[in-house]
């Protein structure tokens, strides 16, 4: 069993519309948890930590729901320029990160 | 950019030969991440060093060995290339070697691209 599994997609939506994407990951020792966008050939970056609480960044929004151990990202009012793969990660225990398969969201004109 | 910077951009080699990359971390970070990123696929952590010690391993053969210098700059070293080998290899530099409890951000350099034949 893979230790994060996520919906690799493709999600095609319009511009204005409102996405959002589940991870499920198998290790409830799981410690810390964060969402990556990746760009083409280029290299992941940070798009947010994901808090138990919840957090809020303008219009990304990331859940974490340890009790049936997945996390979640929302995307509202989606812009062209949010076209890219989003990567889940989880940190386990022993310190290791694992990354999703990614997945991979156009937004259409 | 994240001040990550890992070289050679693109590298070439044959089965059986032996590689190294190299990763110089974030200015202030102790903590350096690799993985490897096969087309189509999320990255796969390979191992981390914190403070010049093997910090943390994943499912990798023993072929896959690393060192981090008294500068925090890291190598990934790959023996007897395969074929299989052939990814983007990726080191993320980040601050505080992943205690338990710290939500530890990790920065990534732009990747160096390996090509087995």
């Known amino acids: 069993r893979k230790e994060v599994e996520q919906d690799p997609g493709p999600f095609n939506v319009p511009e204005g519309a409102t996405v959002a994407f589940n991870c499920t990951y198998s290790?409830?020792?799981?410690?810390?948890f964060f969402w990556y966008r990746q760009d083409c050939r280029k290299e992941p970056k940070l798009l947010m930590s994901?808090?138990?609480s919840g957090n809020e960044d303008g219009r990304f929004t990331a859940q974490l729901n340890r009790a049936s151990q997945y996390i979640s990202l929302l995307i509202r009012d989606s812009k062209l320029s949010d076209s890219a793969t989003y990567l889940c990660?989880?940190?386990?225990?022993?310190?290791?990160?694992?990354f999703g398969t990614g997945t991979s969201l156009t937004v259409i004109p | 950019e994240t001040g990550v910077t890992q070289s050679p951009t693109h590298l070439i080699k044959t089965r059986g030969q032996q590689v190294t990359l190299r990763c110089s971390s974030q200015s202030g970070h102790n903590t350096v991440s690799w993985y490897q990123q096969a087309l189509g696929q999320g990255p796969q952590f390979i191992f981390q060093y914190y403070r010049e010690e093997e910090n943390g391993r994943g499912n990798f053969p023993p072929r896959f060995s690393g060192l981090q210098f008294p500068n925090y700059s890291s190598e990934l070293n790959v023996n007897a290339l395969e074929l299989d080998d052939s990814a983007l290899y990726l080191c993320?530099?980040?601050?505080?070697?992943?205690?338990?409890?710290?939500?530890?951000?990790?920065?990534f350099g732009p990747g160096t691209r390996l090509l087995v034949l």
């Open positions: 290790n409830s020792a799981s410690q810390s």
């Open positions: 993320a530099s980040s601050l505080g070697g992943g205690l338990a409890g710290f939500q530890e951000t990790q920065y």
């Open positions: 990660v989880v940190n386990i225990p022993g310190n290791q990160f694992y």
């Open positions: 994901v808090y138990s």
